[in-house]
């Protein structure tokens, strides 16, 4: 089973930024794409951003060039790097493992973690 541990959530104004990590461990397979989704009360699940193994990334529609999905092999951590900030992405976000690399694959989830809290008020 693969562990993943994410932090770097916080209360930001509109525009600031924020930098999340996502540290991963236990059963780890290079073949997995992972990534970030993200869950508002009341909404349906949005997957953010995913990367693959050779780095190749995909990003939600919302996200309109504002955040950076990277990763750290060596560290086998995750990052997103989320610029430009607005309230409407005030969210629980998740680092998740998925088989799928692309499309909806935030609706086909290996595992995930428990998730960190983004809050922008403006």
């Known amino acids: 089973q693969l562990q993943l541990v994410e932090s770097g959530g916080g209360s930001v104004q509109t525009g600031g930024s924020l930098r999340l990590s996502c540290a991963a461990s236990?059963?780890?397979?290079?073949?997995?794409?992972r990534g970030w989704f993200r869950q508002a009360p009341g909404k349906e699940r949005e997957g953010v951003a995913i990367?693959?193994?050779?780095?190749?990334?995909s990003y939600g529609d919302f996200v309109e060039g504002r955040f950076t999905i990277s990763q750290d092999s060596a560290k086998n951590t995750l990052y997103l790097q989320m610029n430009n900030l607005k309230p409407e992405d005030t969210a629980m976000y998740y680092c998740?493992?998925?088989?799928?690399?692309?499309?909806?694959?935030?609706?086909?989830?290996?595992?995930w973690g428990q998730g960190t809290q983004v809050t922008v008020s403006s």
């Open positions: 990367i693959d193994a050779d780095g190749g990334t």
């Open positions: 998740a493992a998925s088989r799928r690399c692309g499309g909806n694959w935030y609706m086909d989830i290996i595992d």
């Open positions: 236990g059963n780890i397979y290079t073949t997995y794409c």
